[in-house]
Nanobody, 124 residues
Framework: QVQLVESGGGLVQAGGSLRLSCAASGRTFSTYPMGWFRQAPGKEREFVAAMLGSVNRTHYADSLKGRFTISRDNAKNTLYLQMNSLKPEDTAVYYC?????????????????WGQGTQVTVSS
């Protein structure tokens, strides 16, 4: 069982930066592929970024490449999302997720564990 707790969201002006963190419980954190998703009001949950557990392999939504960076510290059981040059359209609740199968995927339905989400609001 894995429990995930996000933090780091907040209100930021357009062009600013935020770093989200996702603290995970469980001794097998490093084995799980993990990802970030976001959901804006009235929209479906969408993929942001994901990375494997023990291999430094990442995947990003095409529209976010160059602005967002996913990383993890397995020693601290923590996943991060660095978000730069934020835009009002980045406003959403951001969720971290983990899956048991060691394969990267962009589908939220393929993830087994979810955090409660953290709100990111970007003002214009």
């Amino acid at each position: 069982q894995v429990q995930l707790v996000e933090s780091g969201g907040g209100l930021v002006q357009a062009g600013g930066s935020l770093r989200l963190s996702c603290a995970a419980s469980g001794r097998t954190f490093s084995t799980y592929p993990m990802g970030w998703f976001r959901q804006a009001p009235g929209k479906e949950r969408e993929f942001v970024a994901a990375m494997l557990g023990s291999v430094n392999r990442t995947h990003y939504a095409d529209s976010l490449k160059g602005r967002f960076t996913i990383s993890r510290d397995n020693a601290k059981n923590t996943l991060y999302l660095q978000m730069n040059s934020l835009k009002p359209e980045d406003t959403a609740v951001y969720y971290c997720a983990a899956r048991r199968s060691p394969v990267l995927t962009t589908s939220p339905n393929m993830y087994n564990y979810w955090g409660q989400g953290t709100q990111v609001t970007v003002s214009s």
